[in-house]
């Protein structure tokens, strides 16, 4: 059952499909290249194991959140983008022709050529702009976007023989992709967006293109925007939580017990 959604202004957002756990996305009028990772990543399996992974960790966080212990914003934040890492790479490790693996902390997923990595949108709420996400705040994030922004520009020129079908041979057109996802903290609820990132440090939205790939941003038939969509590249609202690092934890030789040590001392 395909959701209603409303076209945006300006840029186009589409809908692929309200994923469910091991269903299928079906594609439904995106954007060629997006359309062509989207099919790719559908067939080798990771787009399934991806919303469901997702979708259950912001279901077990926002139960489990009480800000009794200490919970905040913050916490809810880093440990469902650090769950959400941890056990993609441990499901999609034995899927072929993909290769999950932690850098730095962050989970990335290769597949045919693509590039696939995972980031919450700011807030805790699913109603969030998917644009609010900046690419700034890492230099992984901001790496893929300036690549695909380069092969855009290059397809674009006159000069190269074959247009973009000269590059099809070598990787593929907009390699780097981005999962985007946001939740509600009180419910679980969330929406999940696959894009194409743009490097719009000089201004304009953070996507070339992106589609909902689970849920619906904010309730049925609304949209994530709003009627005034910023142009400006959104400044970093907080911590890239799936890319925090790990803290420090001190090793050392862990002293003896009391009774072992007495027993020690009285046989010398």
Same mark, same amino acid.
């Given at each position: 059952?395909?959701?209603?959604?409303?076209?945006?202004?300006?840029?186009?957002?589409?809908?692929?499909?309200?994923?469910?756990?091991?269903?299928?996305?079906?594609?439904?009028?995106?954007?060629?290249?997006?359309?062509?990772?989207?099919?790719?990543?559908?067939?080798?399996?990771?787009?399934?194991?991806?919303?469901?992974?997702?979708?259950?960790?912001?279901?077990?966080?926002?139960?489990?959140?009480?800000?009794?212990?200490?919970?905040?914003?913050?916490?809810?934040?880093?440990?469902?983008?650090?769950?959400?890492?941890?056990?993609?790479?441990?499901?999609?490790?034995?899927?072929?022709?993909?290769?999950?693996?932690?850098?730095?902390?962050?989970?990335?997923?290769?597949?045919?050529?693509?590039?696939?990595?995972?980031?919450?949108?700011?807030?805790?709420?699913?109603?969030?702009?998917?644009?609010?996400?900046?690419?700034?705040?890492?230099?992984?994030?901001?790496?893929?976007?300036?690549?695909?922004?380069?092969?855009?520009? @290059?397809? =674009?020129?006159?000069?190269?023989? !074959?247009?973009? $079908? %000269?590059?099809?041979? &070598?990787?593929?057109?907009?390699?780097?992709?981005?999962?985007?996802?946001?939740?509600?903290?009180?419910?679980?609820?969330?929406?999940?967006?696959?894009?194409?990132?743009?490097?719009?440090?000089?201004?304009?939205?953070?996507?070339?293109?992106?589609?909902?790939?689970?849920?619906?941003?904010?309730?049925?038939?609304?949209?994530?925007?709003?009627?005034?969509?910023?142009?400006?590249?959104?400044?970093?609202?907080?911590?890239?939580?799936?890319? @925090?690092? =790990?803290?420090?934890?001190?090793? !050392?030789?862990? $002293? %003896?017990?009391?009774? &072992?040590?007495?027993?020690?001392?009285?046989?010398?």
């Amino acid at each position: 059952m395909r959701a209603s959604f409303r076209p945006y202004e300006a840029r186009d957002i589409h809908l692929i499909f309200a994923q469910f756990p091991r269903r299928s996305a079906i594609v439904d009028h995106v954007d060629e290249f997006l359309s062509r990772a989207s099919d790719v990543l559908v067939q080798r399996g990771v787009v399934a194991i991806m919303t469901e992974i997702i979708g259950d960790v912001y279901v077990k966080n926002a139960t489990r959140h009480d800000p009794v212990l200490g919970d905040d914003p913050t916490t809810f934040g880093f440990t469902t983008s650090r769950n959400i890492a941890n056990r993609s790479v441990r499901r999609l490790e034995g899927l072929p022709g993909v290769r999950a693996r932690l850098v730095d902390t962050a989970l990335e997923v290769t597949c045919d050529g693509y590039v696939l990595r995972q980031y919450k949108l700011p807030g805790t709420t699913r109603n969030v702009s998917v644009d609010a996400i900046s690419w700034e705040d890492s230099e992984a994030k901001l790496d893929g976007a300036i690549e695909n922004s380069a092969i855009h520009q @290059l397809t =674009l020129d006159a000069d190269v023989e !074959g247009g973009p $079908a %000269a590059f099809g041979g &070598v990787v593929p057109m907009m390699r780097h992709l981005r999962i985007a996802h946001a939740g509600d903290l009180e419910t679980g609820e969330c929406v999940i967006y696959l894009g194409i990132p743009q490097d719009n440090r000089d201004g304009g939205v953070p996507w070339f293109d992106v589609a909902v790939i689970n849920g619906e941003p904010g309730g049925p038939g609304e949209v994530s925007r709003g009627s005034n969509p910023p142009y400006d590249p959104a400044p970093p609202l907080g911590p890239s939580y799936d890319e @925090l690092p =790990l803290p420090d934890v001190g090793l !050392g030789r862990r $002293a %003896a017990p009391r009774r &072992v040590a007495q027993q020690r001392d009285a046989g010398e």
